[in-house]
């Protein structure tokens, strides 16, 4: 037995399901580990000793490679001084006027620790200032794990999202159909950064689609909530949606924004600042202040080194470089989303993405962790070298996957 299969044993018996959420073993491409020892850089290293460039970043939060040297130290700095004082610490100061300054529609912010807290104090957030109860989100669209968006119906109420509505990404007649089905009780229109729902072509949101949400909010005074817990610093450092120059009321951050140290954040601008004085939102480990401190950091190594462009321009790399292998070994890809966040699907694929989960196999085998479903990411630390490594042995990855045809 390995050590992976040793512990799917042990975790079987005493985790209900072996595991929870999107960590489960079911969920996991067909031949994968589950369990992870450590990870340095671009790399991984999963507990049966085996190294993998990693493609997923921690589903996100890894932004500047594992283990950067100055968000750690900054974090360890905090730490050493205590990991949880009577109140919070300068870091929570700090960070709160960093993101004042970097986010360009943020006049104020608050901090959290997961994307799901984030999303769901925008949700309370948008009702307290605007008395109104309804809530637009896209279909298909995540944004967190609690029951007014849970993707699982499992132990949620039809009263427990009682006052959302409905609609398509990118599609103006159907936000406009949910717009006017919530009448005047319009709390919200929420959006994902860009359109990441699992296993479809990435879509980046339609200039004209952004600026009707903005419209419908300014005349109703609804909130416009940007979930950038995702994209969020990835793309842009002042926010996702300022590449289509269309600015929310309120966003919600999480995944990048401390390299991997547990921590998320709401922004929003003045005419929230009331409600966000009323809402009453906490939790025991949200004034932590190692995280802020590892967030000060990565935020500020990020503006130093242009870290959206550097991760624009890998993606660019291997996507062109995927493009090639693809076209020469017969196969039809079909490549979506921003460079530094990339998806890769096989035009001829079936409904269950078999030939995206063997290719993926076959990288696996051969030192590449990829995710033929759900978005990638890169970091900063996937430098030339490290793409061109990857590319070497996806092409060895495409190879045995024509032969298997
Ligand atoms: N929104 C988006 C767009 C996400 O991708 C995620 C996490 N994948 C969340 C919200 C929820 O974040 P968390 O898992 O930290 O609660």
């Not at 309370?124 to 944004?143: D, F, M």
């Amino acid at each position: 037995m390995t050590p992976d299969e040793e512990l799917r044993a042990r975790a079987t018996r005493v985790i209900p399901g072996g595991m929870w959420g999107h960590q489960r073993a079911q969920a996991l491409p067909r031949g994968y580990p589950q369990f992870f020892k450590d990870a340095r850089g671009a790399r991984v290293r999963d507990v049966n000793g085996k190294e993998y460039i990693d493609m997923m970043c921690s589903w996100g939060p890894v932004i500047l490679g594992h283990q950067h040297p100055a968000v750690d130290a900054a974090a360890r700095a905090q730490n050493d001084k205590g990991l949880c004082l009577d109140g919070p610490t300068e870091h929570a100061v700090v960070l709160s006027e960093l993101l004042v300054e970097k986010v360009v529609h943020a006049d104020w912010a608050y901090f959290q620790k997961n994307g799901s807290d984030a999303m769901t104090t925008c949700v309370t957030l948008a009702r307290a200032g605007t008395g109104k109860r309804k809530v637009l989100v896209a279909r298909g669209a995540y944004h967190g794990a609690v029951p007014w968006c849970s993707p699982s119906v499992a132990g949620v109420t039809a009263e427990d999202r009682a006052h959302i509505i409905l609609f398509e990404f990118n599609d103006a007649g159907s936000l406009k159909d949910a717009i006017a089905q919530a009448g005047d009780d319009l709390a919200a229109i929420i959006v994902s950064a860009f359109r990441h729902d699992l296993g479809r072509p990435l879509e980046m949101p339609d200039q004209s689609f952004a600026e009707q949400a903005r419209r419908a909010c300014d005349a109703t005074g609804a909130a416009l909530i940007v979930d950038d817990v995702r994209a969020g610093f990835r793309l842009n450092m002042g926010g996702t949606w300022e590449l289509f120059g269309v600015r929310p009321d309120l966003s919600a951050w999480s995944k990048a924004i401390a390299n991997g140290h547990p921590l998320a954040a709401v922004t929003g601008n003045d005419r929230f600042r009331e409600a966000a004085e009323q809402v009453f939102v906490t939790g025991s480990f949200w004034y932590a202040g190692g995280p802020m401190a590892a967030a000060v950091a990565t935020l500020s190594e990020l503006t130093r080194i242009d870290g959206p462009a550097l991760m624009r321009r890998s993606g660019e790399r291997l996507r062109k470089g995927l493009a090639e292998q693809a076209a020469r070994h017969g196969f039809d890809l079909r490549q979506s989303g921003p460079p530094a966040m990339p998806l890769v699907q096989f035009v001829d694929d079936d409904a269950q993405s078999s030939l995206g989960e063997a290719f993926c196999g076959e990288a696996l085998g051969r030192g590449v962790y990829l995710h033929h479903r759900h978005n990638m990411f890169l970091s900063t630390a996937h430098e030339d070298d490290i793409i061109d490594d990857l590319l070497t042995r996806t092409d060895e990855a495409f190879a045995a996957l024509a032969k298997r045809r």
